[in-house]
């Protein structure tokens, strides 16, 4: 069975730790008694009956999706430990319960429920019975992991207005520079060129059919999964690339950088609905905090820079008059390269994945 990879695989996933627990909850009047308990549950929920989980009809569908998704196309050790991660949430919210009531659990997959701002980064959304409402954001990893803070792309963030006000051209530097230095040295034919070898139709990648051929070519020809290889050298020039011009952008404005912080990191801060930060390890959970958001506002220089030992990581020093603080950032593949489906590693052209991973100890 081919399982799913990738964006697909990530989204479902994540469904599973944030739509699994508001349906149990919304449904139930006691916690589960393990995670077994909540994997029936929802194997045999009935998505036809109405639950507060979903804003509207269009997220109850893709909820609906996403269910079956989880049990027919996740590797099933992957879809055991995220079934438990969910059970850790489900936990979550009958202890919060206790301290403040909750009516039910709204998912923000795609809408917000009414009197939240659509730009929250919550997961989920806790309403309580004395009209309060929580934003949850969710994480699932190791006890002692750093679990990304932002999820976006390379591509994305250089198109972001704040940055393209500083350098309008920054996105095509970089195309011109990973052309350049990966994909020139890529056997394909004449008419694959620095301006074809990918377009960018509104904001998504349409790759030159001739030169998705050439990256399955060259990756076949360096033996394929073997790493070390050619194919392998040529990613992590591209991850290099990326990071460098991630770099530049960065460095060039502390306002601008500052306002990207601000609104795409998520960021554990005082708002309107307030947004708290969870983690599941196994089936538990712990709070996250962050002391990001309180020194954001004082920050007057920065710094971003490689670290020159690794592939895919790079730091970006916040410094105020007194104080430094280092924000670990992640660029990379989040797939492998696949014949079929060519678009892991150098298959991923200006769309290598972007995380902020948390402050660094």
């Given at each position: 069975?081919?399982?799913?990879?990738?964006?697909?695989?990530?989204?479902?996933?994540?469904?599973?730790?944030?739509?699994?627990?508001a349906?149990?909850?919304?449904?139930k009047?006691?916690?589960?008694?393990?995670?077994?308990e909540?994997?029936?549950?929802?194997?045999?929920y009935?998505?036809?009956?109405?639950?507060?989980?979903?804003?509207?009809?269009?997220?109850?569908?893709?909820?609906?999706?996403?269910?079956?998704?989880?049990?027919?196309?996740?590797?099933?050790?992957?879809?055991?430990?995220k079934?438990?991660?969910?059970?850790?949430?489900?936990?979550?919210?009958?202890?919060?319960?206790?301290?403040?009531?909750?009516s039910?659990?709204v998912?923000?997959?795609?809408?917000?429920?009414?009197?939240?701002?659509?730009?929250?980064?919550?997961?989920?959304?806790?309403?309580?019975?004395?009209?309060e409402i929580?934003?949850?954001?969710?994480?699932?990893?190791g006890?002692?992991?750093?679990?990304?803070?932002?999820?976006?792309y390379?591509?994305?963030?250089?198109?972001q207005?704040?940055?393209?006000?500083i350098?309008?051209?920054?996105?095509?530097k970089?195309?011109?520079?990973?052309?350049?230095?990966?994909?020139?040295?890529?056997?394909?034919?004449?008419s694959?060129?620095?301006?074809?070898?990918?377009?960018?139709?509104?904001?998504r990648?349409?790759?030159h059919?001739?030169?998705?051929?050439?990256?399955?070519?060259?990756?076949?020809?360096?033996?394929?999964d073997?790493?070390?290889?050619?194919f392998?050298?040529?990613?992590?020039?591209?991850?290099?690339?990326?990071?460098?011009?991630?770099?530049?952008?960065?460095?060039?404005?502390?306002k601008?950088?500052?306002?990207?912080?601000?609104?795409?990191?998520?960021?554990?801060?005082?708002?309107?609905?307030?947004?708290?930060?969870?983690?599941?390890v196994?089936?538990?959970y712990?709070?996250?905090?962050?002391?990001?958001?309180?020194?954001?506002?004082?920050?007057?220089?920065?710094?971003?820079?490689?670290?020159?030992?690794s592939?895919?990581?790079?730091?970006?020093d916040?410094?105020?008059?007194?104080?430094?603080?280092?924000l670990?950032?992640?660029?990379?593949?989040?797939?492998?390269?696949?014949?079929?489906?060519?678009?892991?590693?150098i298959?991923?052209?200006?769309?290598?994945?972007?995380?902020?991973k948390?402050?660094?100890?």
């Amino acid at each position: 069975m081919a399982y799913l990879q990738g964006m697909e695989q990530t989204t479902v996933t994540a469904t599973m730790t944030e739509l699994f627990p508001a349906l149990w909850f919304n449904t139930k009047n006691s916690k589960p008694t393990n995670s077994k308990e909540l994997e029936n549950f929802i194997y045999d929920y009935d998505n036809s009956k109405s639950n507060k989980a979903y804003v509207d009809d269009k997220d109850k569908k893709q909820g609906e999706k996403f269910i079956t998704l989880a049990f027919s196309k996740i590797e099933p050790r992957m879809k055991e430990e995220k079934i438990q991660n969910a059970y850790a949430i489900t936990k979550y919210l009958y202890d919060t319960h206790a301290e403040n009531p909750i009516s039910y659990v709204v998912w923000g997959y795609r809408k917000k429920p009414k009197g939240v701002p659509d730009n929250h980064s919550g997961d989920v959304f806790l309403m309580h019975t004395n009209k309060e409402i929580t934003g949850v954001s969710l994480k699932a990893g190791g006890e002692k992991t750093m679990e990304p803070k932002l999820n976006t792309y390379v591509g994305t963030t250089l198109r972001q207005p704040y940055y393209k006000e500083i350098d309008s051209q920054a996105e095509t530097k970089l195309k011109n520079r990973l052309w350049e230095e990966v994909y020139s040295k890529i056997k394909t034919p004449k008419s694959v060129t620095k301006s074809n070898y990918y377009e960018v139709q509104n904001e998504r990648q349409k790759p030159h059919p001739d030169m998705v051929a050439g990256l399955v070519a060259f990756w076949t020809r360096s033996g394929g999964d073997k790493t070390n290889n050619a194919f392998d050298k040529a990613y992590q020039v591209m991850a290099k690339v990326c990071r460098e011009e991630l770099v530049k952008i960065v460095n060039k404005n502390v306002k601008a950088t500052k306002e990207w912080i601000r609104k795409e990191f998520r960021l554990q801060k005082e708002q309107k609905v307030p947004l708290l930060l969870i983690k599941a390890v196994k089936e538990n959970y712990m709070e996250l905090g962050d002391p990001l958001p309180n020194f954001l506002p004082k920050v007057t220089k920065i710094k971003a820079y490689l670290n020159t030992n690794s592939v895919q990581e790079w730091f970006i020093d916040l410094m105020s008059k007194n104080k430094k603080l280092t924000l670990k950032m992640v660029i990379r593949s989040d797939s492998g390269f696949r014949p079929e489906k060519p678009k892991g590693k150098i298959g991923k052209f200006n769309m290598l994945k972007l995380q902020y991973k948390g402050v660094t100890k």
